[in-house]
T-cell receptor, first 112, second 118 residues
Framework: AQSVAQPEDQVNVAEGNPLTVKCTYS??????LFWYVQYPNRGLQFLLK??????LVKGSYGFEAEFNKSQTSFHLKKPSALVSDSALYFC??????????FGRGTSLIVHP | GAVVSQHPSRVICKSGTSVKIECRSL??????MFWYRQFPKQSLMLMAT???????TYEQGVEKDKFLINHASLTLSTLTVTSAHPEDSSFYIC???WGQGGRFDTQYFGPGTRLTVL
């Protein structure tokens, strides 16, 4: 079975500060990991994914995520947060041949 | 990235009527599409997996006779909420699978449909 945990319901950060949204996972074999963002009343937008290779994955809108195999984590990061980054963020994990499992989401609030 | 459209974006209907929601992959062929339901401030709940040319696979607890799914072509899947009731009011999101089963297998999501049943 595969699972993903987003331990924080909400993350608050001041504009211009770095942000981190946490995600840990459990899966058999090599993981495929994803981050999506959802703005109010919208579907999910794909941000980035990890398949293999470099542990630091760069994605859309200046976001990046760091894959850490020993800690089974895939935290989303951005060096300098914008107010417009405020949204709901979902982490997902997929084992080979499986349908992705999504986390419960983390609400990111960036204060001016 | 790949584009998935959903129509309508918002629908209001009377209790007892049926509502059809369309999901289209605009720039790729999707042999598999997924339908999710999302309640306010909650995560996605997978309702069913729709495979082109075959019957959908429903998750436990989802009534297949109430939520009819048809995947008639590689670019179109429809969800029909039959005899809708107020408790069916929700945000329904579809996604289409690109890169079937391979390393680059990724889901792309539609913009969602807000269903309100009066």
């Amino acid at each position: 079975a595969q699972s993903v945990a987003q331990p924080e319901d909400q993350v608050n950060v001041a504009e211009g500060n770095p942000l981190t949204v946490k995600c840990t996972y459990s899966v058999s074999g090599n993981p495929y990991l994803f981050w999506y963002v959802q703005y109010p009343n919208r579907g999910l937008q794909f941000l980035l994914k990890y398949i293999t290779g470099d542990n630091l994955v760069k994605g859309s809108y200046g976001f990046e995520a760091e894959f850490n195999k020993s800690q089974t984590s895939f935290h989303l990061k951005k060096p300098s947060a914008l107010v417009s980054d405020s949204a709901l963020y979902f982490c997902a994990v997929r084992g080979h041949g499986h349908i992705p499992t999504f986390g419960r989401g983390t609400s990111l609030i960036v204060h001016p | 990235g790949a584009v998935v459209s959903q129509h309508p974006s918002r629908v209001i209907c009377k209790s007892g009527t049926s509502v059809k929601i369309e999901c289209r992959s605009l720039d790729f062929q999707a042999t598999t599409m997924f339908w999710y339901r999302q309640f306010p401030k909650q995560s996605l709940m997978l309702m069913a997996t729709s495979n082109e040319g075959s019957k959908a696979t429903y998750e436990q607890g989802v009534e297949k006779d109430k939520f009819l799914i048809n995947h008639a072509s590689l670019t179109l899947s429809t969800l029909t909420v039959t005899s809708a009731h107020p408790e069916d009011s929700s945000f329904y999101i579809c996604s289409a699978r690109w890169g079937q089963g391979g390393r680059f297998d990724t889901q792309y999501f539609g913009p969602g449909t807000r269903l309100t049943v009066l």
